[in-house]
């Protein structure tokens, strides 16, 4: 192809989803060879002088970021690229780091005016002491992805606070939010465009007792169904939401807005918007592939629209 590419795929990473990570990467290299550019894998490990020396020696045109999770996606390696002048795909720094820290996040979207649940940062000691909220409610790391380390509170219980404060290992500080419930709903954007809604229900039986770390990841652990089935309004609600959270943290490229919809009860629905995520995964499982598809859009095609966008935007 006469606009192929040098492009670096930067995946493993040493968060916690660096599993995930190689498996989007290592997807990414397959597909981007396929769309004809010269597409090289690279292990973003711990020692930082060894990786800027790989970036040096690969000379890339663009780099296809694939890395998940902290230091991945909070606009830690952003800087390293801003800084060595190298374009990479997805969001920079300020809306990378913005959206990894849920705390300033949601007082983002609350300055926007979009639905958020009802929450409070606590230290997380303070857990073991008292409910900070109503039963139910959810706690989560302020710094995590792919619902690592959230766990669902329901019923008010000493015991089952302080197991969660006894295995907690993601800093002082946790983000505590009202329980939503009903389905979860996501949807990917591309640029200014929402692509479609999918409806995802972990598998009956499988032991999720919500779309957690398994049930995004293993294969069976879920059902994705889209465009999902629900209210014309509310979708289109959902749709436009979506665009407006990635413009107002700043986002480029693709990001996925994930979603709980609240349609329990005889009242109207309600849709509360939980996160952006501003490096979507790319395995086989994940939902922002599934829904450009959906859309006319190949895998291939969607890794290098990334591409050209980064090359275009940064």
Same mark, same amino acid.
């Given at each position: 192809?006469?606009?192929?590419?040098?492009? !670096?795929? &930067?995946?493993?990473?040493?968060?916690?989803?660096?599993?995930?990570?190689?498996?989007?990467?290592?997807?990414?290299?397959?597909? +981007?060879?396929?769309?004809?550019?010269?597409?090289?894998?690279?292990?973003?490990?711990?020692?930082?002088?060894?990786?800027?020396?790989?970036?040096?020696?690969?000379?890339?045109?663009?780099?296809?970021?694939?890395?998940?999770?902290?230091?991945?996606?909070?606009?830690?390696?952003?800087?390293?690229?801003?800084?060595?002048?190298?374009?990479?795909?997805?969001?920079?720094?300020?809306?990378?780091?913005?959206?990894?820290?849920?705390?300033?996040?949601?007082?983002?979207?609350?300055?926007?005016?979009?639905?958020?649940?009802?929450?409070?940062?606590?230290?997380?000691?303070?857990?073991?002491?008292?409910?900070?909220?109503?039963?139910?409610?959810?706690? @989560?790391? &302020?710094?995590?992805?792919?619902?690592?380390?959230?766990?669902?509170?329901?019923?008010?219980?000493?015991?089952?606070?302080?197991?969660?404060?006894?295995?907690?290992?993601?800093?002082?500080?946790?983000?505590?939010?009202?329980?939503?419930?009903?389905?979860?709903?996501?949807?990917?954007?591309?640029?200014?465009?929402?692509?479609?809604?999918?409806?995802?229900?972990?598998?009956?039986?499988?032991?999720?007792?919500?779309?957690?770390?398994?049930?995004?990841?293993?294969?069976?652990?879920?059902?994705?169904? +889209?465009?999902?089935?629900?209210?014309?309004?509310?979708?289109?609600?959902?749709?436009?939401?979506?665009?407006?959270?990635?413009?107002?943290?700043?986002?480029?490229?693709?990001?996925?807005?994930?979603?709980?919809?609240?349609?329990?009860? !005889?009242?109207?629905?309600?849709?509360?918007?939980?996160?952006?995520?501003?490096?979507?995964?790319?395995? @086989?499982?994940?939902?922002?592939?599934?829904?450009?598809?959906?859309?006319?859009?190949?895998?291939?095609?969607?890794?290098?629209?990334?591409?050209?966008?980064?090359?275009? !935007? @940064?």
């Amino acid at each position: 192809m006469s606009n192929s590419k040098r492009v !670096t795929v &930067l995946m493993g990473g040493i968060s916690s989803e660096r599993e995930v990570s190689l498996d989007s990467g290592n997807n990414v290299v397959e597909a +981007l060879r396929a769309f004809g550019h010269n597409a090289t894998p690279l292990d973003a490990g711990a020692d930082l002088g060894a990786l800027v020396a790989q970036l040096k020696e690969q000379k890339p045109d663009v780099v296809f970021n694939a890395l998940h999770g902290r230091f991945g996606e909070d606009g830690c390696i952003q800087g390293i690229l801003e800084w060595m002048h190298l374009p990479y795909t997805h969001s920079g720094v300020r809306a990378s780091a913005t959206a990894m820290d849920k705390a300033a996040a949601r007082a983002v979207f609350l300055t926007a005016g979009l639905p958020v649940a009802q929450g409070t940062v606590i230290a997380i000691e303070e857990l073991s002491k008292a409910d900070p909220l109503p039963v139910p409610y959810v706690v @989560k790391p &302020l710094s995590e992805g792919s619902s690592v380390g959230v766990s669902i509170v329901r019923t008010s219980s000493a015991s089952v606070r302080q197991s969660i404060v006894d295995a907690w290992h993601y800093g002082p500080q946790a983000l505590v939010e009202e329980f939503i419930p009903g389905r979860e709903i996501t949807v990917g954007v591309m640029a200014d465009r929402a692509l479609t809604i999918t409806d995802i229900t972990p598998t009956p039986g499988a032991g999720h007792d919500f779309y957690d770390y398994a049930a995004k990841y293993t294969a069976g652990g879920s059902a994705h169904v +889209l465009p999902a089935q629900i209210d014309p309004d509310i979708a289109q609600h959902a749709l436009r939401i979506a665009v407006a959270a990635h413009e107002a943290l700043g986002c480029a490229g693709a990001s996925r807005s994930d979603f709980r919809l609240d349609d329990t009860g !005889t009242g109207p629905a309600r849709l509360v918007l939980l996160e952006v995520n501003t490096q979507p995964g790319m395995t @086989k499982t994940s939902l922002l592939p599934e829904q450009a598809a959906y859309c006319g859009i190949s895998y291939p095609e969607l890794c290098g629209w990334l591409v050209e966008q980064a090359l275009t !935007t @940064k």
